[in-house]
């Protein structure tokens, strides 16, 4: 693969989370009908502009912005207490604007306004009952950006960026699953990053190869409570796997996303990483591009700089 199709595909993976997250953001929490169009139409439970981003591409801004900011962290191969504190700090400025809508396990963490990674952390590992929300799936993408030089560093830092929020396992589990194959896919254009962690590492394949096969020959009824981390991933590999693997497979998985019903935006944010990873900026429609906004008062413009920012070009 040559340089240029390295760098589209980079550029493709904060944008194909945030046009998702824009396209499912007028359905969330609906079921749309068989005639239905899907367009990115805004509107839906919080009344988002059409090419509107939600709490799923804020949340990974968060993460990108203090990424960028913490680049020597990442090139030395860890996720240090700096880099965490600066995601921690990313994540209550953006609580404190009052976002319209947010999870409900996020809030919990955010509303105590931890001054450290550390002790929202603690906060996290410390809530009662289900813990294993989408919340921090939603948000991995960027991650594998800053870390496309280090597969293991990469799946420690989003392991690690995941508890400050969510401290179910899996929830760790799934987002460096993903991580490491939106890695794989900017740098070699192809989806083997899942089956390839997977067999690097028996106990992880034991719990999520079932998973995904489940995804791959079910459909979303299977795998309807997608608030919840597992089906949520399963949601967003359903809509990959079965949507035939061409130029077109972007905008046609996203809209399946969005037809699975249930946390649409999110659903489709997270396939969105992975997708715009393997087909690249050049995949996603330009009416999608020019249309996309949102929280902290950017546009498509601005991610793609971003990107380049987090991965040197991705050369």
């Known amino acids: 693969m040559s340089t240029t199709d390295r760098i ?15 396209l499912g953001a007028g359905y969330e929490f609906g ?7 899907i367009a990115m139409i805004g509107g839906g439970p919080f009344d988002w502009a059409p ?3 939600t709490d799923d591409t804020s949340m990974a801004l968060c ?7 913490c680049a020597a962290d990442a090139l030395a191969g ?3 207490a700096g880099l965490l504190d600066a995601v921690a700090a990313n994540f209550v400025t953006w609580y404190d604007t009052r976002p319209p809508d947010i999870g409900n396990q996020t809030r919990a963490v955010l509303s105590h306004r931890d001054p450290s990674a550390d002790a929202m952390t603690r906060r996290a590992a410390g809530l009662s009952g289900r813990t294993g929300g989408n919340g921090s799936l939603m948000r991995t993408a960027p991650v594998a950006l800053a870390f496309l030089h280090d597969e293991r560093a990469l799946a420690d830092a989003a392991t690690r960026i995941s508890a400050l929020t969510h401290s179910d396992p899996q929830a760790g589990e799934a987002c460096a699953l993903w991580s490491v194959a939106i890695r794989h896919a900017v740098l070699h254009g192809t989806y083997d990053g899942l089956r390839l962690a ?23 009824a299977d795998f309807a409570n997608n608030g919840w981390v597992v089906h949520a991933l399963q949601t967003a590999w359903w809509a990959i796997a079965t949507t035939e693997e061409d130029e077109r497979q972007l905008p046609r998985a996203l809209e399946k996303c969005v037809r699975a019903g249930g946390d649409t935006d999110t659903t489709a944010a997270i396939a969105g990483g992975l997708l715009g990873a393997r087909w690249g900026r050049s995949a996603i429609p330009p009416e999608w591009i020019a249309l996309l906004h949102g929280y902290p008062g950017r546009r498509a413009a601005d991610l793609i700089t971003l990107t380049h920012t987090l991965t040197d070009g991705a050369s």
């Open 31 to 37: 079921y749309p009908t068989p005639d239905q169009e």
């Open 63 to 69: 993460v990108a912005d203090a990424l960028a900011l």
């Open 8 to 22: 589209d595909r980079a550029e493709g993976v904060l944008l194909g989370t945030a046009a998702g997250d824009a």
């Open 51 to 53: 090419g509107e981003w």
């Open 198 to 220: 997977l067999s690097a590492d028996p106990a992880l394949s034991h719990t999520w190869s079932p998973l995904l096969e489940a995804a791959q020959t079910g459909t979303p």
């Open 78 to 80: 860890h996720a240090d």
